[in-house]
C-alpha cells in the first residue's frame, strides 16, 4: 500500500478529531493538513497529532494545492457540506464526508455530480455502518435467518452534540448551557437538530438492512421546546406495504450509549417473517429469536476484517483497489436515506403523512 496524503478541511463537526486519528494510526497515512477559516478549532488536533504549523491553513484551495492530499475529510455543519464538496471537488482529490450525507436531497444530488469532473471517490461516513453488531446483524440477515424483513426499529442519540468534545472528552452541563446560543447544533439554517443529526443513520442503515428498499410514506412528529429553535426529539413512522417501522431520534437520552447504555437502548431492533434481530450500539452480542427457537439466544459478534474496521481504512482500501464504496458510505445509497429524512421534516412542519419525495 502506498503512502496516502490526507487533509483535514472544516472542523465544525467534532468527529474530525477521530477521524484524524485513524489517519495517524494508520502505518501507510499522514495527516498532510489541516484546514478551518477559525484556527481555534484546530488546536486540539494540533497538539493530539504534532501537527506542525506550516501544515496548518485558512484557505481551503491554498490547502489542497500546497499539500497535494489524496484524499480530504470534510465535517462542515450540515447545510454546507455542498458548499464543501463542491469547492473540493474541483482539484482531482477523493473525499470523505462526515455524516449526514446533506441537508437535503437537492444538496445531496449535486454533491454526487461535483465529484464526476475529476471522477473521484466520494464517501459518506456513518459511524454505526462500523458498530460489529450491527454488521453482524446484517449478515444474519441476509443469511435468511429471520426471514424476509418487515420491519426497522431504530431508537438513537445521545445527552446532547455539546456534551462531548473528539475522543468522547466530555463537557460540563454549565459549558454546554453556555455554548447553546452559539452554536450551530441549535440553528435551523444551519441544519441543527437532533432529526438531521441522527434520523440519516437510521434511515440509511434501515434501507441497507432492507436491501435498498423504499418507503412507500413518512409520518413525523417532533418535540417543540421554548426557546430552542430546533429539535431536540423525533419520531418518524415509514410504511413498507403493510408495515410500519419506526425511526426515534434524541437529544437528551438518559446516559451517552459509549458510557453507559440508557433505556430505552440505542441502536436497532429487526422483526422478519420468521424472527427477530436485536442489535445494539458498542454491545458484543447481538440477540436472535426464531420460530424454531423462540427463546432468545445471544450470538458473539465478530471482529470487523482488516480492511473494513473503520471509515478511513476502508476509504483507502476501495482508492487502493479501485473497488466500489458499497453499502451505508455508498452516495447513492445513501440517497434513499436522505430522501426519507426530506420527507420525514416536511411532515413534521406539515404535520400530516407524506409519500416519500421522488429521486
Known amino acids: 500500500m502506498k503512502n496516502w496524503r490526507i487533509a483535514g478541511i472544516n472542523f465544525d463537526h467534532l468527529h474530525m478529531g477521530d477521524l484524524l486519528r485513524e489517519v495517524y494510526n494508520h502505518k501507510c497515512a499522514e495527516i498532510?493538513?489541516?484546514?478551518?477559516?477559525?484556527?481555534?478549532?484546530m488546536q486540539s488536533v494540533q497538539k493530539n497529532f504534532n501537527i506542525s504549523k506550516e501544515k496548518i491553513y485558512t484557505d481551503l484551495d491554498k490547502c489542497i494545492l500546497e499539500t497535494k492530499p489524496d484524499l480530504v475529510i470534510t465535517c462542515p455543519a450540515t447545510a454546507d457540506h455542498a458548499d464543501y464538496v463542491e469547492k473540493i471537488s474541483k482539484h482531482p482529490v477523493h473525499i470523505l464526508v462526515e455524516k449526514p450525507f446533506a441537508s437535503n436531497t437537492w444538496e445531496a444530488k449535486k454533491m454526487i455530480?461535483?465529484?464526476?469532473?475529476?471522477?473521484?471517490?466520494?464517501?459518506?461516513?456513518?459511524?454505526?455502518?462500523w458498530y460489529p453488531c450491527h454488521v453482524k446483524a446484517k449478515n444474519i440477515l441476509d443469511e435468511g435467518v429471520i426471514g424476509e424483513l418487515r420491519e426497522v426499529h431504530?431508537?438513537?442519540?445521545?445527552?446532547?452534540p455539546l456534551y462531548h468534545l473528539a475522543d468522547k472528552i466530555e463537557v460540563s452541563d454549565k459549558e454546554v448551557e453556555n455554548q447553546k446560543k452559539d452554536s450551530w447544533w441549535y440553528k435551523k439554517k444551519s441544519?441543527?437538530?437532533?432529526?438531521?443529526?441522527?434520523?440519516?443513520?437510521?434511515?440509511?442503515?434501515?434501507?441497507?438492512?432492507?436491501?435498498?428498499?423504499?418507503?412507500?410514506?413518512?409520518?413525523?412528529?417532533?418535540?417543540?421546546?421554548?426557546?430552542?429553535?430546533?429539535?431536540?426529539?423525533s419520531i418518524t413512522i415509514c410504511k413498507y406495504g403493510k408495515y410500519l417501522s419506526k425511526f426515534e431520534t434524541k437529544w437528551g437520552t438518559f446516559s451517552d450509549p459509549w458510557t453507559a447504555q440508557p433505556?430505552?437502548?440505542?441502536?436497532?431492533?429487526?422483526?422478519?417473517?420468521?424472527?427477530?434481530?436485536?442489535?445494539?450500539?458498542?454491545?458484543?452480542?447481538?440477540?436472535?429469536?426464531?420460530?424454531?427457537?423462540?427463546?432468545?439466544?445471544?450470538?458473539?459478534?465478530?471482529?470487523l476484517p482488516i480492511g473494513k474496521?473503520?471509515?478511513?481504512?476502508?476509504?483507502?482500501?476501495?482508492?487502493?483497489?479501485?473497488?466500489?464504496?458499497?453499502?451505508?458510505?455508498?452516495?447513492e445509497f445513501c440517497l434513499i436515506g436522505q430522501r426519507i429524512?426530506?420527507?420525514?421534516?416536511?411532515?413534521?412542519?406539515?404535520?400530516?403523512?407524506?409519500?416519500?419525495?421522488?429521486?
Not at 434520523?199 to 412528529?221: C, D, H, K
Not at 476502508?314 to 483497489?321: A, W
Not at 429524512?341 to 429521486?359: F, H, P, R
Request: charge should be negative; hydrophobic fraction near 30%; glycine fraction near 10%.
Open 263 to 303: 433505556q430505552p437502548k440505542c441502536g436497532f431492533v429487526l422483526v422478519g417473517k420468521k424472527g427477530t434481530i436485536s442489535s445494539y450500539d458498542f454491545e458484543e452480542y447481538i440477540s436472535i429469536q426464531t420460530i424454531n427457537e423462540p427463546n432468545i439466544k445471544k450470538v458473539k459478534v465478530d471482529k
Open 309 to 331: 474496521s473503520g471509515p478511513v481504512e476502508y476509504v483507502l482500501n476501495c482508492i487502493e483497489n479501485d473497488k466500489l464504496i458499497e453499502g451505508p458510505l455508498n452516495p
Open 341 to 359: 429524512v426530506d420527507t420525514a421534516y416536511q411532515s413534521s412542519y406539515e404535520e400530516k403523512t407524506l409519500n416519500l419525495i421522488n429521486g
Open 32 to 41: 498532510v493538513g489541516i484546514c478551518d477559516q477559525d484556527i481555534d478549532k
Open 191 to 233: 441544519g441543527g437538530g437532533s432529526l438531521l443529526d441522527y434520523l440519516g443513520y437510521g434511515t440509511t442503515l434501515g434501507t441497507w438492512f432492507f436491501n435498498g428498499r423504499e418507503p412507500e410514506t413518512v409520518t413525523t412528529i417532533t418535540d417543540k421546546v421554548a426557546n430552542i429553535e430546533v429539535d431536540q426529539h
Open 113 to 129: 455530480r461535483s465529484m464526476n469532473v475529476h471522477n473521484k471517490k466520494l464517501a459518506i461516513n456513518w459511524p454505526l455502518a
Open 154 to 160: 431504530f431508537y438513537d442519540g445521545n445527552r446532547g
